[in-house]
């Protein structure tokens, strides 16, 4: 029956972002949004029965796209971002899906039973969903109870309807219609009175009350005992429904309740019927709480609470009846290639084996589509020792909780099976090379490049045969994998060498064919070209990797993050922070969507340096505290932005050790950045970088002959590092000189390292030198050109603005503009022209430019502020550069 005050608000509630009903089982909810999208035609409505499969984000919103795809078909493009959620639906899923919305008619969509999702992630970004609508979008949640999202702001700002309980709940008049519609008849005043009261205006014990009417008749029995029950109302009153039917049709009604959604095809192959879609229409036309899940009702299914109420009788009477129900739903739906609901029909029925063997035919979809999650939990739900017989099952859980970030469980899983007894060489070999495949995950590199080699050597004698996981462990792709898993260990370890050697060879083999595999290792070698300052073999690499997985539908996979960080690197690398934004904001999401700790240490590590090249020395600190590693001697961490769970690689954080001296010492802490590592401990400048930046900073404290020491002890650290490492020795060599008033051996440094940085575009390294070295940079600059004079360009001392207010008087904006018409030769009459002003206006600012830059005409104020940096410099050709 229709409820036309609540279809009336929820009407006027539209052109709100929100709608929340929260009420108990059996309350109305979904019956009154039913009647609200019957009654309103010409909505657009999307519409999900959530169930609590889809706390997989990935499954949610898949369901999401489906729904709304219905409205407008492009927005099925969002599918590739779901799967960089991190356990949620994430960022860029979010932003693209509202800027979609924004696009939409007038749009409804509902969330109903939302309590089945207890995802914290998931659930928090409905919040922000919510936040972002557009106002043609607006969101219903119907639930049992409140989800743990803060909706305090919506409400302060009367920004959302609730309707809960009470809101819900009949009134008297209601209860007594209800009854009579149910029951046909008319209902003693009597009756209702305790009916009402017992229920308190609950729907479902309002129907349930009814049938009992309706099947036994109204006695004074009844009434009675339903006032001075004191047991559920629900169990109560299911009984006496139930108790009051034929026996036929209670049977009927216990066997229909072990199926989730009903069809007629299959309820006909269960029940061994062939008139089930006249069922449907008898019991709906009963009252027996039957649900449509779509307007032409070819799927139905029961409430939950009389269906859970049915089962569990059903259960207590013929559990064997319903095991060989579910195992025939499942034969339905396995016939039909329907694994999703066969598994779930299965899994409920206990035939383990048989739910094994369903879930081992999952294919290589679960890791190009990131359906990890329900794989997992698929195989979770077997008792784990009907699971440890099954080492195939045992190793592919151990695969899918590596992918999902979960290395120390993956790793210990995997690792049983390889010292299992019972383990075959390919077993042990597919063990091990998914083990060396958590090395972005792992604190540990040596640990997966020793599985990477044991894998390596089970492969290399002859071929061994394998079982099929998903279609990932062919021995051609565990070679590939082993061997690109080697080469990644080798770059976290610091051996850029082997690194490149193994990474290279794996692109040779033939897995290679494998999208995901070579867009990783495309990004994992343009990311080791970049690490050591080889730009343009990076950005090649990296715009490959990028190209295959679009082609590939992998755009918005995981796999793809090292490329974007190779492109971050590269951008910072040739002095372009602006630019590395983009792809330093990609490559974050990618490696967080898996968890991915070590490219997350990456991405911190870029975005340090990133903030020192802008200036931003504080954030760069902030960026690369790091909690103690091996005495390193720096602080725990106090307040940065949340850092990865696992601790840095070797190389990454020797890296972040580097970031840190250099902005300590650029920000004028020398001597704190120069204890991190003291010039005298043993051992120091094992890592390349951490040496350079003990130089940099001995240089900085005048520290001249300490550095040199140390200098001439770190020639055979950087043959891996090349270019970069040996742009940074030569700039330290010119910098010591300098400071020995060695000004031609100074400047023969630094021309040397800018030929040698000149064809990969090297800026960075001169930026983040000190300057002294620019001051050499800008004396050579009017020879050279090139390099040279876009460093010039980008000395952060040099900027237009710093220079004017270093100086003692500084020009105005109306000065600072007809100075950049000087070197025009403009005319007075010319410039009074061009700024609109008197040509006494104009000889008046003139002499005041002369007088503030301490010169006495124009050549000269040109070329000081050109020196000084308020000008842009000549390149070689004379010209201006733009």
Known sequence: MERPDLLRRLDLARGLPLTMIVASAGAGKTVLLQQWAAAMPGLAMAWIDVDPEDDDPMRFSRRLIAALSAVRSRVGGLADLSALGAGGLGGPFLDHLTAELASFPETVIVLDDVHHLSNGTLLADLGRLVAALPPNVHLVIATRFDPPIAWSRLRLRNRMLELRQLDLAMTRDESAELLARITHRDIGAEAIDAIASRTEGWAAGLQLAGLTLKFQGESEEFVEELSGSGRLISEYLTEEVLDALAESTRTLLLRMSVLDVMTAELVDHVLDRTDAQQLFERLEHESMFLVAMDPH????????????????????????????????AADFHLARGELTPAVEYLLRAREWDRALDAIMTRG???????????????????PEHVRAGRLDVQLELGILVGMQGETIRAVDTLRRVASDPRATPGERVIADAWISATAQWSASPDETLRAAERALELLAPEPVETPDLMGLTAPGLLRTLATGSGGRSHFLLGDLAEAETWIERALATDGVAYPPYRVGLLGSLALLHAWTGRTVGAELLAAEAIDTATSASLAAHPIIADAYLAQALVAHERGRPEAAIVPLR???????????????WIARYEAALVAGLEGRFEDALELTELMPHDGDGIAPASGPPPAPAQSPAPAVHDRLVAARMSALRRSGRAEQALRLHPVDRRGLGSAPSIALEAVAASLALGHVDAAKALLA???????????????????????????????????????????????????????ESDAVVLDLVAELEPRRGGLAGTIVALDGRRSPARANAALAEPLTDRELEILGHL????????????????????????????????????????????????????????????
């Open 713 to 767: 002890d770190t020639t055979d650290r950087f043959r891996t590092e090349q270019p970069r490492g040996a742009v940074q020795r030569l700039l330290l060599r010119g910098w010591a000189a300098a400071l020995e008033d060695s000004r031609h051996a100074a400047l023969e440094f630094v021309d040397a390292a800018l030929e040698r940085a000149e064809p990969e575009g090297l800026v960075a390294p001169f930026l």
């Open 823 to 882: 070197p025009d030769h403009s005319t007075a009459a010319e410039l009074a022209s061009m700024c609109f002003v008197s040509i006494n206006t104009i000889k008046t600012h003139t002499a005041h430019i002369y007088r503030k830059l301490g010169v006495t005409g124009r050549s000269a104020a040109i070329a000081r502020a050109r020196d000084l940096g308020l000008l842009a410099p000549l390149t070689r050709a004379g010209h201006r550069r733009a």
């Open 364 to 382: 290589s979809d679960v890791f190009e589509r990131g359906e990890m999650h329900a794989v997992v939990r698929w195989i979770t739900a077997v």
């Open 586 to 600: 990609n490559g974050i999401i990618s490696a967080e969507a898996n968890h991915r700790s070590q490219l997350s």
């Open 297 to 328: 009702r070819t799927r139905v299914r029961f409430h939950q609470l009389f269906r859970d109420l049915l089962r569990y009788r059903l259960r207590a009477e013929d559990a064997p009846e319903e095991r060989r129900l579910l195992g025939a």
